[in-house]
């Protein structure tokens, strides 16, 4: 195991030595002079990492350790700043979706070519969610009752920083505490919630909470 230090950092995890390779080469076309460091399972990835500021998780969540999608929603909460993007060779709507709605920024399917992952991940890094064209409307929270096409579509629009903008307004958190915990000025969140409101075709954040909380499948107190 190798363990990275400062700047731009970028962990690969996969127990797939070929599939690693691969994804190194991704990594070093999308973010040349980048760090990379590399793990086989999920017990790995901590003491690789340590503390720092991780720019890319690249995730197979089928690797040794990952109890299906626990491990991911475990290295969202270690490492909440850093994009996750999932690398898997399940291609189901439903992996993809669960995913998705479990905070990944991305899914890319290992029967990809390295251009069409490059580019993936270079979508990723400017801030836009990915998933493969063909599923690209097949948002989290289909079939869930009381949500319409519209906000459905709407929640697959968001960026990832208004998805987390979104799911702290559903723990009932205030724009001032969101500013704190995102390291940003007030007026930024003020700037996500408006965007937010538009994409999700609503007229209030009470409403676009209410919906969001049942599409996460979670209920407020």
């Keep these: 195991m190798e363990q990275i230090g400062s ?3 970028v962990l690969i995890a996969d127990d797939h030595p070929l599939f690693r390779v691969a994804l190194r080469q991704v990594v070093e076309t999308t973010l040349p002079g980048a760090a990379i460091a590399e793990a086989s399972s999920l017990d790995e990835v901590e003491p690789i ?3 720092d500021e991780l ?3 690249l995730l197979d969540i089928n690797m ?3 109890n299906g999608f626990s491990g991911l929603v475990h290295l969202r909460n270690v490492f909440p700043s850093a994009p996750v993007i999932v690398v898997s060779a399940d291609e189901s709507i439903e992996t993809i979706r669960q995913a998705m709605t479990l905070g990944a920024w991305g899914f890319i399917p290992k029967s990809m070519n390295g251009t069409e992952m490059a580019a993936a991940v270079a979508q990723v890094l400017a801030g836009e969610i990915f998933v493969p064209v063909d599923l690209a409307y097949d948002a989290p929270g289909e079939g869930v009752p009381g949500i319409d096409e519209e906000f459905r579509k709407g929640y ?7 998805r987390k903008v ?3 307004l559903v723990l ?6 969101i500013a704190f915990e995102m390291g940003v000025v007030e007026g930024t969140v003020k700037s996500h919630v408006s965007a937010i ?7 209030s954040r009470t409403q676009a909470v209410l919906n969001a909380a049942k599409l996460m499948g979670r209920s407020r107190a």
């Design 55 to 57: 720019e890319l998780v």
């Design 156 to 162: 697959a629009a968001l960026t990832p920083q208004q």
């Design 166 to 168: 979104l799911e702290m």
């Design 7 to 9: 700047g731009r950092c």
């Design 197 to 203: 409101l538009r994409k999700l075709k609503v007229n």
């Design 64 to 66: 040794p350790g990952m």
């Design 172 to 177: 009932g958190k205030s724009n001032k505490v």
């Design 49 to 51: 990492v340590g503390s």
